[in-house]
């Protein structure tokens, strides 16, 4: 029942730290989801800025993917759009260190 949805203006705030997710909604019970590749996030090499706090997701790791016993995870939105719930340590520890 969920579809891709590019709707995401009243969730813009929440998906502002994750660019990689995808909004995913039930139209008929008015629940939204993010859905997030587990991808590790690497600093990329900046040479004028050699201590940047920018992530990038690398998607070439062959070692990670295969480690994982989960691929993605579904982060329901509450119905107030003010904040994500998580399901378990393991995704909350996911989105903590996006």
């Not at 989801?33 to 990038?56: A, D, G, H, N, W």
């Amino acid at each position: 029942d969920l579809y891709v949805s590019n709707d995401v203006t009243a969730v813009s705030g929440l998906m502002e730290g994750i660019p990689h997710s995808v909004l995913l909604r039930n139209a008929s019970r008015g629940e939204s989801q993010l859905l997030v590749p587990v991808l590790p996030p690497v600093r990329p090499t900046i040479v004028t800025q050699p201590f940047t706090t920018e992530l990038v997701i690398d998607r070439s790791d062959v070692a990670w993917v295969a480690a994982l016993s989960q691929r993605f995870f579904l982060y329901p939105i509450h119905v107030s759009s003010s904040f994500i719930v998580t399901k378990g340590l393991n995704s909350a520890l996911y989105l903590l260190l996006l």
